[in-house]
């Protein structure tokens, strides 16, 4: 079984400032990580994915999500936020024994001047 | 390269009518998946494809939910009858391998009202 948490339904920042998105994923295996990022009245796009390897993970957009296997977290940071970033977020798991993706309720980023 | 096409992008109907969703794949893959989003909730998997197969298909609701995928490129998915509760966003996403770990692409999503 597998299922993801994102704390947060929304979060609110301003233009510049650190951007902090929460996910929590529950597995009985070694997991695959995602982020993916939706704007309005668009498809899902991936950010970034963990899968074996370096922890701390680079994605496109400035994006950079880390793997805590301690903490069953894959937080996604942003060091400076743009008014573009303003969207949704959806933390999703998978791994070797169930490869279907298992999303997040997702977590709509909002971006003020 | 084109992405994911899903038509219509919107559809409006009454209750107990029938509806249909059309997705084209991103060339070469063989992976196609359906899902759907309600309003504040993250995606759900209906259904996977193989090629022409359909590997996990234990999310569809098969009284009201039917899919194809003839000759393994194109796939319908069919709700008859349509109920109020299916109103929602059903996503079209493609892979080019079946792996744990592949990247899905996406479509923008058919926007279903149920009147």
């Known amino acids: 079984a597998q299922s993801v948490t994102q704390l947060g339904s929304h979060v609110s920042v301003s233009e510049g400032a650190l951007v902090l998105l929460r996910c929590n994923y529950s597995s009985s295996v070694p997991p695959y990580l995602f982020w993916y990022v939706q704007y309005p009245n668009q498809g899902l796009q991936l950010l970034l994915k963990?899968?074996?390897?370096?922890?701390l993970v680079k994605g496109i957009n400035g994006f950079e999500a880390e793997f805590k296997k301690s903490e069953t977290s894959f937080h996604l940071t942003k060091p400076s936020a743009h008014m573009s970033d303003a969207a949704e977020y959806f933390c999703a798991v998978s791994n070797s024994g169930y490869s279907t993706l298992t999303f997040g309720k997702g977590t709509m980023l909002l971006v003020s001047p | 390269e084109a992405g994911v096409v899903q038509s219509p992008r919107y559809k409006i109907i009454e209750k107990k009518q029938p509806v249909a969703f059309w997705c084209n794949p991103i060339?070469?893959?063989?992976?196609l998946y359906w899902y759907l989003q309600n309003l504040g909730q993250g995606p759900e998997l209906l259904i996977r494809?193989?090629?022409?197969?359909?590997?996990?298909d234990s999310q569809l609701p098969k009284d009201r939910f039917s899919a194809e995928r003839l000759k393994g490129v194109d796939s319908t998915l069919k709700i008859q009858p349509a109920e109020l509760g299916d109103s929602a966003v059903y996503l079209c996403?493609?892979?080019?391998?079946?792996?744990?770990?592949?990247?899905?692409?996406f479509g923008p999503g058919t926007r279903l009202t149920v009147l």
């Open positions: 060339s070469g893959h063989n992976t």
């Open positions: 963990y899968t074996t390897g370096a922890t």
């Open positions: 996403a493609s892979s080019d391998g079946q792996g744990p770990y592949n990247e899905q692409f």
């Open positions: 494809y193989e090629n022409e197969e359909a590997v996990d």
